[in-house]
């Protein structure tokens, strides 16, 4: 079964400083992978995705993600976080099919120290 | 129209009670998704809909039934929760076959007294 593993549940970072968040997946073929992000109480905004082709992908608010198929990872990055970043984030991957089930990771809470 | 509107965003409701929870999208997304996320967990799938059709029920108690009548409504229907059913509530669409991504709604805080 396909899985997500987000390693970190809590980064603490300071504005101004570049920040990577990591994720690891398991699927036997080229995944669909996903960022997402939550700030509390609201629901979850997409970053960025990964279908095929370029692995290193960029997303909105200057995020990007590099894929490596090498190493089963899928991690986040940002050059600069500003104190508006801080949240949860998600990774996640599609489980191909019918229904395009999504399967989470279970977060990394971003805290942003001024 | 690139939005999931869900509606309420707040929802207090007694075991006794019956509430419906909305959810709707314009963008021809042909899947729906239930999920319900407790406090610093990820979302968990509770139903899929493909094409009006229910496709995946993830062994949620009957407390809590689905409906989508038609292509841009999903409703989940809640009678005699409990406590521990309180949580985000989450709905989310996506183009049905091409794994694009899902796109989320604000969600429905629900809180079972």
């Known amino acids: 079964a396909q899985s997500v593993t987000q390693p970190d549940i809590h980064i603490t970072v300071s504005e101004g400083a570049s920040l990577e968040l990591r994720c690891n997946y398991s699927?036997?073929?080229?995944?669909?992978l996903f960022w997402y992000v939550q700030s509390p109480g609201q629901g979850l905004q997409l970053l960025l995705k990964?279908?095929?082709?370029?692995?290193l992908v960029q997303g909105i608010k200057g995020f990007e993600a590099e894929f490596k198929r090498s190493q089963s990872s899928f991690n986040l990055r940002k050059p600069s976080v500003h104190w508006s970043d801080a949240a949860e984030y998600f990774c996640?991957?599609?489980?191909?099919?019918?229904?395009?089930?999504?399967?989470f990771g279970t977060g990394t809470l971003l805290a942003v120290q001024p | 129209d690139t939005e999931v509107t869900q509606t309420p965003k707040h929802l207090v409701m007694g075991m006794t009670n019956k509430k419906s929870l909305k959810c709707e999208q314009h963008m021809g997304h042909r899947a729906m998704y239930w999920y319900k996320q407790k406090a610093k967990k990820p979302p968990e799938l509770m139903f899929v809909?493909?094409?009006?059709?229910?496709?995946i029920n993830e062994s949620v108690p009957s407390r809590f039934s689905p409906e989508c009548p038609n292509s841009s409504l999903l409703n989940l229907h809640l009678h005699a929760l409990q406590p521990e059913d309180s949580a985000l509530y989450l709905c989310?669409?996506?183009?049905?076959?091409?794994?694009?991504?899902?796109?989320f709604g604000s969600g429905t805080r629900l809180t079972v007294v």
């Open positions: 809909y493909s094409y009006e059709k229910l496709s």
């Open positions: 996640a991957v599609v489980e191909r099919g019918a229904t395009n089930k999504l399967i």
């Open positions: 699927y036997g073929a080229t995944p669909y």
């Open positions: 989310a669409s996506s183009q049905e076959g091409q794994g694009y991504g899902y796109t």
């Open positions: 990964y279908f095929s082709g370029d692995t």
